[in-house]
């Protein structure tokens, strides 16, 4: 399955978002998903496994548990597609950083200003 086939699924995406914030059990992720999507557990399980099989995250045991973490590399398929689109977006990142930048520079440069309240 393409990269982009995984992700296309909504739920997917939002397994990996939890996912991201650090390793969950099967069981969380299940809870989440449930209330979000109002899905079954063996459906959060299949879209888990989908996920697993095509190297998009990664499951370890725990006594009865199983912890769920991403695993990077699926990710690659997807930022080596995004790399040829990458020039349309950096240089305007780039150029907010600068003003930012500037921005910040301007403020440290001006006096502080009398807080009108204490008058």
Known sequence: MHAFDVLGDPVRRRILELLAQGERT???????I?????????????HLRVLRDNGFTTVRPDGARRLYAV????????DEWLAGFRRFWAPKLD?????LARGRRAR???PPTEDRSTR
């Open 95 to 99: 150029a907010l950083a600068t003003e």
């Open 71 to 78: 695993d990077p590399r699926g990710l690659r398929e997807v």
């Open 26 to 32: 099967a069981g969380g992720i299940g809870e989440v």
């Open 34 to 46: 449930q209330e979000e999507f109002g899905i079954s557990q063996p459906a959060v399980s299949q």
């Open 108 to 110: 440290r440069a001006q």
